[in-house]
C-alpha cells in the first residue's frame, strides 16, 4: 500500500449528520475529522487497531481548532482532507481541510493528538512510534498557534449529564465528538437560529468515562461581540473535562 502525505475522502451530507437548519451538524464534522485521521493513520502504520493490539496504546485527540468559512448543506457533496506535521516530542500535530464539490476550500482546522497507554491511562512518548511516515506537507490549514481558552466574566450553570454506555467509544471514554453535541445543547434552539459557528477550539483535559458526572458552563457576558465559552467540570472534585471557545457569525 502506498503511503500517502495527503489523505483525502468524500462525505456526502446525509440526515444523520444534519441539524434542524439542514447543515452539517458540528458533532458530524468532528466525526468525519475523526474518520479520516484513522485512515490516513493506518496508511502510516499507526492505526488504532494495530496499536492497541501490539502495543496497547491509542490516539487521543487533546485539542483542536476549526474554522468554518460555511457549513455544507444536506446532500451536499464534501471532501476531507488531512496530514500531519513532524512529530514533537508528545504530540502529534494533524491539519485538515474542507472542500466543497468544485473543490473550494470552506473549512479548515488544526489538531494535536497524544498516544496514551491504555491500561496506565497515561501519555506516551512520540518517538516510540516511528510509524511509516512520507515526507511531510510543510503546509498549514491555519497558520500560527492555538491560544488559551479562558473565561471572560460570570459563569452560569446550564445543565448537568451523567455518561453512560452510548456516550463511550472504543478508547473507554466519551468521544471528542461528543463533547461537541453537549457544547452545542448549551444554548436553545434560538440561539442556534441567530448564529452560525465562525470558530471553535476546544481543549480535552481529562477523560470522562462511564459514570462520571459533567456539570456544564457558560460565560456569555462577551456575546456582543461575537464569542462565547463553555466548560465542563466535576462539582464533586473540582475536575475539568473540557473547555471550549466559540465565535459567532
Known sequence: MEVLSVYKKKYIVDYGNADYYKKLKISALFN???????????????????????????????????????????????????????????????????R???GNVIGRAISSWVIMDIEAREIRKTELFPGRFPPFNPVRAIEGRMGKIKASG???????KVIGYSDIDINGHLNNSKYIDYITDCFSMERHGQYTVDTIQVSYVSEALAGDKITFYKDISTLGEGTVYVEGVDDEDGKTYFKACITLK
Open 154 to 160: 460570570q459563569l452560569q450553570q446550564v445543565y448537568q
Open 32 to 98: 468525519y475529522f475523526q474518520d479520516v485521521a484513522s485512515l490516513h493513520a493506518e496508511n502510516l502504520g499507526l492505526g488504532v487497531e494495530s496499536l492497541q493490539e501490539n502495543q496497547g496504546v491509542t490516539w487521543v485527540l487533546v485539542k483542536i481548532l476549526v474554522q468554518m468559512d460555511r457549513f455544507p448543506n444536506l446532500n451536499e457533496e464534501i471532501t476531507v482532507e488531512t496530514w500531519p506535521q513532524e512529530p514533537k516530542k508528545l504530540e502529534f500535530e494533524r491539519d485538515f481541510i474542507v
Open 100 to 102: 466543497d464539490i468544485e
